[in-house]
């Protein structure tokens, strides 16, 4: 429905003009008021910056630069301690996670779930790009739903728990899928910022 909206709108309505602005304000200023979250920016982002700057993100050596070196630590300690096989769990993961590395790498098994997984699914698809990390539908404040009873030894979210509807939920819901001597990881880390 918002989709054949949107079509109906940009086919329609030049991009700069008056009219389109000031729908834009118009939705954004609902989307604030009602406590919603705002996808279609989101979405809007994510389709202009990610053709963009393709090429340095599919390159290994950018992975790495950009993979969590917290991250790093818990796992060489978990590793230490003899623990195998993680398996981690990432929140908000966007088109392209900021863990690929440690994919890559075999460090762990990762579930990465986005509430816009579809349209960033569609997104790589159209352009043929290809990821370690593909994020399937689900919201953080409905994570048992999604991740079906499975445990993880880590929980990661970089820059997406200011996203959500509900904080509160999404970290109380990330306690109940934690091993008992796992780590979550969360923070506000901008993937714009990368060298
Ligand atoms: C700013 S992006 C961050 C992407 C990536 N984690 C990074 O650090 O670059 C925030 C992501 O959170 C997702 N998101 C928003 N609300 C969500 C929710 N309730 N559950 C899961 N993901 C959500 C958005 O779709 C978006 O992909």
């Not at 790495?64 to 908000?92: A, M, R, S, V, Y």
């Not at 088109?95 to 816009?116: C, E, Q, R, Y």
């Amino acid at each position: 429905m918002i989709n054949n909206v949107k079509a109906v709108l940009k086919r329609y309505i030049k991009e700069d003009s008056f009219l389109r602005v000031s729908l834009k304000i118009v939705y954004k200023f609902f989307i604030k008021c009602l406590n919603l979250p705002d996808y279609a920016s989101e979405l809007g982002f994510w389709r202009s910056w990610l053709p963009k700057n393709w090429e340095r993100l599919s390159c290994q050596e950018l992975q790495k630069i950009i993979f969590p070196k917290p991250l790093l630590i818990f796992i060489n300690k978990l590793q230490n301690n003899g623990c195998g096989n993680l398996e981690l769990l990432e929140i908000g993961s966007g088109p392209v996670s900021l863990l690929a590395w440690g994919v890559n790498k075999n460090l762990f098994h990762v579930v990465a779930i986005d509430a816009l997984a579809d349209s960033y699914e569609k997104i790589m698809k159209n352009y043929k790009y290809s990821y370690p990390i593909k994020p399937i539908k689900g919201y953080g404040e409905r994570l048992p739903n999604v991740v079906n009873k499975k445990v993880f030894d880590i929980i990661y979210s970089s820059n997406a728990l200011d996203h959500v509807v509900s904080p509160e939920k999404c970290l109380n819901n990330m306690f109940k899928v934690l091993k008992k001597r796992g780590g979550i990881f969360t923070w506000k880390d901008i993937l714009m910022k990368v060298p």
